[in-house]
């Protein structure tokens, strides 16, 4: 997805604020039937707010890298759609609160979503946006500080600093982690050949990490393991994913290590394009998930190996061999339903795998599946909406209100680009647990269109 370049010198991020829609129950457009239905979350429906709320600024610093602004309540990262094809996507941020999350505290940053990371760097206790920007030298990561209201619209970025000026055609798809477990946010980044750069926190605000180390690769894309949003410090396993045409391609984990960094022995994964971190099986230890996520390559010989279509496979955190599951098919011949998630409803301790399917959501625990279902209204934006593009997609898992228990992030949005690909979503559950009530529900088509 492309970035807005910055030039020198003009501001980093530019900050909107509006009114944004809560769903109701069996809300849709002219032409939906509007009665409540458990697949739209019609059991718990919310009332609309006449007016947005200040984003709180009192906030004293926490250890979450998803707590934006500090308060000590989890936020909630999301794309904003574009208003026109000449625009891109931003990044909006919904604000939580003692009660979960609060659709009416929001703002929208003014860089493509999916090219920003959050991660405390500087270790003050508010998180930073970390993104490649094109302006400060070509492929360098920049980072946008953070504070009690979030990051500054007024300052310019920073450009990360590398020992020598950094790799020759820069660093791209930087992730966060604690790759070494001393409680400071951590980036990873692919250089051009394949390899990963590893920059360890705490940095200045200068942009020098503390240390920088490699580890080998033909990588495309990287996932880390999520930083414990308690604070406790748990170092971070990194899996480094090639790249691949449709097809389904493999990847290695360079395990976590306490002290000393990430392994630098790799372990050899299967084919899977769709990956997720949990403890799947109880016992405390972080494992790794990855299956198929149904994208496909359709030129002549290349399908998928029996062992990898419709699967996916749990690698134990304590070592041992991997456990397959078997996921639904795809009726979509070449794009697939999409990615995987952790989550732990249920609060047990004990995380399932999230899975996009064709119809919706479904949990997966060992041999037990839930499926989670809601849906678009049957006509948006003037056009009706095919059936088969009405399901809501999974888009993560969080504990919003301090309950224990995680709810899950489901997403729709009407048209193409979110029928194929899952781009572009406008609507938002927040589920309560598998339950078909949510906990919240709104849109984000009455955000602002781009400005400067």
Known sequence: MEDRTLAPGTRALVVFCASLALLTAGCGEKGDTGKPSPSQGGGNPVSTPTASRPVPSDGKGSKDPDDINGDGHRDLLLPVPSHSENEKERTGVVFGSAKGLDPSTHAVYDHAAGTVTTADLDSDGYPDFVAVDGSMEPGLPAVHWGGPSGPDADADATRIQLPGGGPDGGLSGPVRGDFDGDGHHDIA???????????????????????????????????????????????????????????????????????????????????????????????????????????????????????????????????????????????????????????????????????????????????????????????????????????????????????????????????????????????????DGTSPHDKTAFTTTSFPGRHG
């Open 189 to 431: 980044a692919v250089r051009q050949d394949g390899s990963v750069t590893l920059l360890y926190g705490p940095f200045t605000r200068a942009g020098a990490p503390a240390r920088t180390d490699t580890r080998p690769g033909q990588g495309s894309w990287l996932a880390a393991d999520d930083i414990d949003p308690s604070g406790k410090a748990r170092a971070t396993g990194l899996l480094v994913h090639e790249g691949d045409d449709g097809e389904q391609t493999a990847g290695v984990l360079y395990p976590a290590r306490t002290g000393s960094g990430l392994s630098r022995t790799s372990v050899e994964l299967r084919e899977g394009n769709a990956v997720a971190f949990g403890d799947y099986d109880g016992d405390g230890a972080r494992d790794l998930a990855i299956g198929d996520n149904g994208s496909r390559n359709n030129e002549p010989d290349t399908g998928e190996k029996p062992e990898t279509a419709f699967s996916l496979a749990v690698y134990p955190g304590k070592g041992g061999d991997p456990v397959t599951y078997k996921i639904p098919k795809s009726r979509n011949s070449y794009y697939g339903p999409g990615d995987y998630a952790s989550a732990d409803p249920d609060g047990d301790g004990k995380d399932g795998i999230l899975v996009a399917t064709d119809e919706g959501a479904l949990l997966i625990e060992g041999e037990k599946r839930t499926k989670i279902l809601r849906e678009g209204p049957a006509r948006a934006g003037g056009k009706k909406t095919p059936a088969r593009w009405r399901h809501a997609r999974p888009y993560a898992a969080a504990d919003f209100d301090a309950d224990g228990k995680e709810e899950l992030i489901l997403n729709w949005g009407p048209g193409v680009l979110f029928g194929l690909y899952g781009e572009q979503p406008t609507h938002w559950w927040i589920t």
